[in-house]
C-alpha cells in the first residue's frame, strides 16, 4: 500500500470518527475535491513523482487540525500530518515539504512556489464549480452551528461576491485557463441572487414568503447530494479495494495450483506440503471474505400501497421496487413528492440504510485485510521453517 493510500484511510477514519457531524462543509468529500484538484492541476503542471506525492500528501491533511480545533486548525493538521508520516518512516526532508504546503493554506497567505500555488489553487477549486452557491450554504451552515456566526441570506451572497470579485485569485496557469470563467460565472449569479433578494416584490406576489419558506432548502439539498455522493464514492473505494485482494489472492492460487502441488508428490518436497497448505488456505479465506464484503443483498423488491402510507419502505432503494409494476411505482414516487417533509425523511432513510451497508463492507474488508496480513506472516514463517528442517536433517 502506498503512502497516498495510507493517507487517505488514515484520514477517512480520522474525519469519521473525530470531527463533528457539524462540519457540513470541512468533511471528507471537501478533502477529495482538494486532493483531485491538485493532482490535477499538479498533473498539468508538470510535477515530477516526488513533487505530485508531497502537494497530494498535503492536500489530504491541510484540514486534519478540524479534528482538534477549529482555531488555527492548520497548525493542528501540520503537527496530525508530521506524527503519520513519521510512524510511516517517511523521509523527514519530504515531511518538511508538506508541512510547508499546508500552512500555506492559512488565511491571507502568498505562495513562494508552484506547490503552495497549487494547493492554494486545489483548496478554492470550487469558486469555479456551477454548484459554488449550493456548496457556500453548508459553509453558512457550518458557521451558524460551530462558530455561532449567523448572516441573512443578502449578507451571505454580498460576502461571497466580493470574496469571489476581490479577494481572491487563481495562481497557476492552469486554474487560470480553466476557471477563472466558471468562477466569474459564479459572480454573476450571486450578484443576481443578491438582486433578487433585496427586491422580493420585483419577483411576484408571494415572493418574498416563499423566498423565507425556502431559506434553508438549497443547503438540505446540496447537504443530501453531497452526503450521498461521498457515500456512495466511499462503497466504491471498498469494492475497489477488495477487487485487489481478489486478484491478488487469484494470482496467489494459480501459482499455488499450477507450480507448487504438481511437485508436492515427489519425496525431495514433502517438506513444502504445509507451509503451501497455511498458504493456500489464507488466500482462500481472503478471497471468501472479499466476495463476502462485495456481495449485495437481494430483497423481496415489492411493496404494498398501505406500507407506502405508513412510510414504512424506501421506496428511492432499488432492492425495494425492482419488482414492481411501473404505474404502482409511479404513484408510489408521486405520493412521496406531495410532501417535501416525507421527502426528506425518504433521503434519510436511505442515507442510514447506505451507512448500514457501508458499515458492513468496511468490517468484512477491516477482516480480509487482516486474513491476508497474517496468511502472508505465517506462509513466510512456515517456509522459513520447512527449510531450516530440512537443512538440519541434512547435516
Known amino acids: 500500500m502506498t503512502i497516498i493510500q495510507k493517507a487517505e484511510n488514515f484520514i477517512f477514519e480520522l474525519f469519521k470518527d473525530k470531527v463533528s457531524k457539524d462540519h457540513l462543509y470541512h468533511n471528507f468529500h471537501h478533502i477529495i475535491r482538494v486532493v483531485e484538484a491538485a493532482t490535477e492541476i499538479g ?12 502537494v497530494q500528501l498535503a492536500a489530504w491533511f491541510h484540514d486534519a487540525g478540524f479534528s482538534v480545533s477549529n482555531d488555527l486548525h492548520e497548525q493542528h493538521s501540520v503537527k496530525i500530518a508530521e506524527d503519520f508520516l513519521s510512524k510511516e518512516g517517511y523521509p523527514s526532508e519530504k515531511i518538511t515539504e508538506v508541512k510547508r504546503i499546508i500552512l500555506a493554506t492559512e488565511h491571507h497567505s502568498q505562495p513562494k512556489d508552484i506547490l503552495e500555488e497549487i494547493i492554494l489553487d486545489a483548496d478554492t477549486s470550487h469558486f469555479a464549480n456551477e454548484n459554488y452557491i449550493g456548496i457556500a450554504e453548508l459553509l453558512k451552515a457550518e458557521w451558524e452551528a460551530t462558530l455561532n456566526l449567523v448572516y441573512t441570506d443578502s449578507e451571505w451572497a454580498i460576502i461571497n461576491r466580493n470574496l469571489l470579485l476581490n479577494e481572491h485569485r487563481y495562481y497557476t496557469n492552469y ?23 433585496e427586491n422580493p416584490e420585483e419577483n411576484g406576489k408571494g415572493k418574498k414568503k416563499e423566498v423565507k419558506d425556502d431559506r434553508f432548502s438549497r443547503a438540505i439539498d446540496t447537504m443530501f447530494r453531497v452526503t450521498l455522493n461521498n457515500h456512495t464514492r466511499l462503497s466504491e473505494i471498498a469494492d475497489s479495494k477488495a477487487n485487489i485482494l481478489l486478484s491478488v489472492n487469484a ?16 519425496p525431495s518436497n514433502m517438506h ?3 507451509p503451501t497448505l497455511v498458504l493456500m488456505v489464507f488466500s482462500v479465506t481472503t478471497v471468501i471474505f472479499a466476495i463476502l464484503s462485495t456481495q449485495p443483498k437481494v430483497t423481496e423488491g415489492t411493496f404494498t400501497k398501505e406500507q407506502v402510507a405508513n412510510r414504512q419502505v424506501n421506496i428511492l432503494f432499488f432492492g425495494n421496487f425492482h419488482k414492481m409494476q411501473l404505474p404502482d411505482f409511479e404513484w408510489a414516487m408521486n405520493d412521496l413528492m406531495q410532501n417535501r417533509e416525507e421527502l426528506y425523511n425518504a433521503l434519510t432513510r436511505d442515507l442510514y440504510y447506505l451507512g448500514l451497508v457501508l458499515d458492513r463492507k468496511y468490517k ?4 480480509t485485510y487482516m486474513i491476508f496480513t497474517v496468511g502472508i506472516i505465517l506462509s513466510m514463517v512456515a ?3 520447512a527449510f531450516a528442517n530440512i537443512e538440519i536433517a541434512a547435516n
Open 43 to 54: 498533473k498539468a503542471s508538470d510535477l515530477n513523482a516526488n513533487q505530485l506525492e508531497i
Open 175 to 197: 486554474a487560470r485557463t480553466h476557471w477563472n470563467a466558471g468562477k466569474e460565472a459564479n459572480i454573476v449569479a450571486l450578484q443576481k441572487r443578491l438582486n433578487k433578494l
Open 251 to 266: 494470482i496467489i492460487i494459480s501459482i499455488i495450483l499450477g507450480t507448487l502441488v504438481p511437485k508436492l508428490d515427489s
Open 272 to 274: 513444502l506440503i504445509y
Open 364 to 367: 468484512l474488508l477491516r477482516i
Open 383 to 385: 517456509f522459513i521453517w
